[in-house]
Each structure stands twice: as C-alpha cells, then as structure tokens.
C-alpha cells in the first residue's frame, strides 16, 4: 500500500468498522492465549481514560497481565520491521496531552501507520489501523474509541503531519471531545474562536499568546491593543520591509520587553511574506539594535546584511 494510501487511514474521519475491529483483537487475544474480552466502544480516547483500569507497573510480581504480554508480542514484532512512513506521532502526543489523564498501556488503531505499515499483510495490525481509533486491552475487556469526526492537519517543516486549523477543532471526536491546535501548537478553544486583545493581554503562557497573535495578525494586535511605537526603520536585509518597535505594557508577561514587528524575508508556500513580532529586551529603542540582538549582532552590523532569511 502505498504511503499517500496509509495517510488517508490515518486520517479518516468516518465511523469505525466495529466487526473487523473486533474480529482483530480477537485474534491477538488468541495469539497470547487469552480468552476474548468483553469489547466496549466509547467516544474518544478522554473517555476511554475514565474508565478503563491502571496497567500496573511493566516489572511487578504475579502474572503478567494481557496488556503486557501484548507490547512484548509488538516490541518482538517491530524489532523485525524495515524502518517505517513518517507516521502521526505529533498528532497523537497532542491528542494524549489534550486527554490529561493517565491511559496505561494501549494502541492507536488507525493512528499506529508510522509502523504498522511496514507489517506484511494480512495482519490483525493493518486491519485495526483501517478500521478504528486508539484501543485499550485488559484482561477480560478491551475498550476502542471511535475514530474522530473531525482530524485536520498539515504538512509541518519536516513533512510529518501537524494538527492545525483555524475555523475550529483540529480534532472532534463523536463524544464531544476536541483539541484545538494553531500550525501544531495546542491552544484553548478561545485562540481559534474568539480571539481579543484582552484575552492575549491576560494569557501567561508565551506560545499560546503567540498563536493568538498570529491568529488576529500582527498588524491588528498591534492597533486594537494601542501599543506605543517607540521608533521605525527599514529593514536592510530585507528591501521593502520596515521593522517597527512597541512597548509591551503587560506585567503579566513577565520582566519589562518591547516587541519587534518584522516581516520575514522569505516567501511562504502561498507566496506572502509573513508578519510577525519578536520580544525583545526594554533597553532598546532602536529598531536596529533590536533586530541585531535576535542575531547576536550589533545594530551597525545588522545594518550590513545583504539579504535576511
């Protein structure tokens, strides 16, 4: 199958095929000589985090449990592999960091394609990344979560896939559950739906302030929250450009700063050239000094550059 094919695994958005799903694990439950489990189906990984049991600890006394016999059976598995896809490890680490609650040992179903597609069909592996969300074995139930309804993402710097989007959830499960994210940043729900100045201006959190910035746009901060323009000048490395420095009035982020507003000098993929502001020490009241501090240059060699990237 080829890597686009897998991708649009991971990414499906429609419901489970709950037969073979179950018809899967069966089987692995079998490969390690257990009985099948009693199979509940919930919403999302944040609700399968609710409900299903610790596993204990990887090194503890008495029987091994189902659950880690399974990781044994996958380690033993992957070891043989060839190396696999770039896969949705971004994803996952912010869909499990959204859930903020311990999930013990599991499976990620539709979203273990950075491995599972290098196993040779057919396999009970390659049937559950096309059929379901992240599933969670225990000894006498196995919990699966539904895939999302919602999952948008884009390419990040290095081709792996990255949540984002700006007109809602990047991720919505059919429970209500939902992560938001801004070009794979997790943010609250406030940063994509209703951004304002006063929230930025309250927000402690310097990539979450970022994302809402960047979210409103750098130029319209700048008016709504009425900064002072300390000083202005153009931007040598960057012809056509001018490098603005404000005052930053807001206690709550930290130690006295002003914010330089640049714009970068090269072109994005849809051929704009992004805005965008940089904090700086509050000693400086030019925008040269500025600009070369983020360099480690001096304003006058700054003001050298043949061209900025």
Same mark, same amino acid.
């Given at each position: 199958?080829?890597?686009?094919?897998?991708?649009?695994?991971?990414?499906?958005?429609?419901?489970?095929?709950?037969?073979?799903?179950?018809?899967?694990?069966?089987?692995?439950? &079998?490969? *390690?000589?257990?009985?099948?489990?009693?199979?509940?189906?919930? !919403?999302?990984? +944040?609700?399968?985090?609710?409900?299903? $049991?610790?596993?204990?600890?990887?090194?503890?006394?008495?029987?091994?449990?189902?659950?880690?016999?399974?990781?044994?059976?996958?380690?033993?598995?992957?070891?043989?592999?060839?190396?696999?896809?770039?896969?949705?490890?971004?994803?996952?680490?912010?869909?499990?960091?959204?859930?903020? &609650?311990? *999930?013990?040992?599991?499976?990620?179903?539709?979203?273990?394609? !950075?491995?599972? +597609?290098?196993?040779?069909?057919?396999? $009970?592996?390659?049937?559950?990344?096309?059929?379901c969300g992240w599933w969670f074995p225990r000894a006498e139930t196995c919990w699966i979560a539904e895939r999302p309804l919602v999952l948008r993402t884009e390419p990040g710097d290095d081709g792996e896939p990255r949540l984002h989007a700006d007109d809602g959830p990047a991720v919505a499960y059919p429970d209500g559950f939902t992560v938001h994210a801004w070009h794979g940043t997790r943010v609250p729900s406030w940063v994509i739906d209703d951004p304002s100045v006063d929230r930025i201006a309250a927000e402690t959190n310097v990539e979450v302030r970022r994302c809402a910035i960047e979210r409103i746009g750098w130029g319209t901060f700048v008016d709504q929250a009425a900064l002072r323009l300390v000083g202005s000048a153009d931007d040598p490395g960057n012809p056509g450009a001018r490098l603005r420095l404000y005052d930053l009035p807001y206690a709550k982020w930290g130690r006295p700063t002003r914010l330089l507003l640049a714009i970068n000098g090269s072109v994005e993929r849809d051929g704009t050239r992004r805005r965008y502001g940089l904090r700086v020490p509050a000693w400086f009241d030019d925008p040269l000094d500025a600009a070369g501090w983020t360099y480690g240059l001096t304003g006058d060699q700054y003001g050298q550059l043949l061209r900025r990237t």
């Open positions: 199958m080829s890597t686009d094919a897998w991708l649009d695994h991971a990414l499906c958005t429609e419901p489970a095929d709950r037969p073979a799903a179950e018809a899967a694990i069966t089987r692995l439950y &079998a490969e *390690l000589n257990a009985p099948p489990p009693a199979f509940v189906w919930v !919403g999302s990984p +944040a609700a399968a985090a609710q409900v299903v $049991p610790p596993s204990p600890p990887l090194f503890s006394d008495g029987p091994r449990p189902v659950e880690t016999r399974m990781a044994t059976l996958v380690s033993k598995l992957r070891g043989k592999l060839p190396p696999g896809i770039r896969g949705f490890r971004r994803v996952t680490e912010m869909i499990h960091a959204a859930v903020d &609650a311990p *999930l013990g040992l599991h499976w990620r179903g539709q979203h273990d394609i !950075g491995w599972v +597609a290098r196993v040779f069909e057919p396999s $009970p592996w390659v049937t559950l990344a096309r059929s």
